[in-house]
């Protein structure tokens, strides 16, 4: 069986998974704006407007499911920490 070494969680981690929305708002809006200005000149449509809106939220989204798994990879890692030193 193969023994893990375990590092503490950087203060961008322990911010990540404690604050996952606010992670994706704030990384995500500066993507969101590059978008945005990015496909400003050919924005001519409703749908156009949706297209980009969607992109964004899926930017948003990308982020906040990555500061979801940094908190479960933070609670099973805890878990493990504390069987680990029972045993």
């Not at 981690?13 to 500066?30: E, I, K, W």
């Amino acid at each position: 069986m193969r023994t893990r070494s375990y590092r503490h969680a950087t203060p961008v981690q322990r911010f990540a998974a404690r604050h996952p929305v606010l992670l994706a708002v704030y990384t995500g809006t500066p993507i969101g704006l590059v978008v945005v200005l990015a496909a400003w000149p050919r924005v001519r449509t409703a749908a156009d407007v949706a297209f980009v809106l969607a992109n964004c939220a899926l930017v948003y989204c990308v982020f906040a499911l990555v500061a979801y798994g940094e908190r479960a990879r933070q609670r099973l890692l805890g878990r493990d920490r504390r069987t680990a030193k029972r045993g």
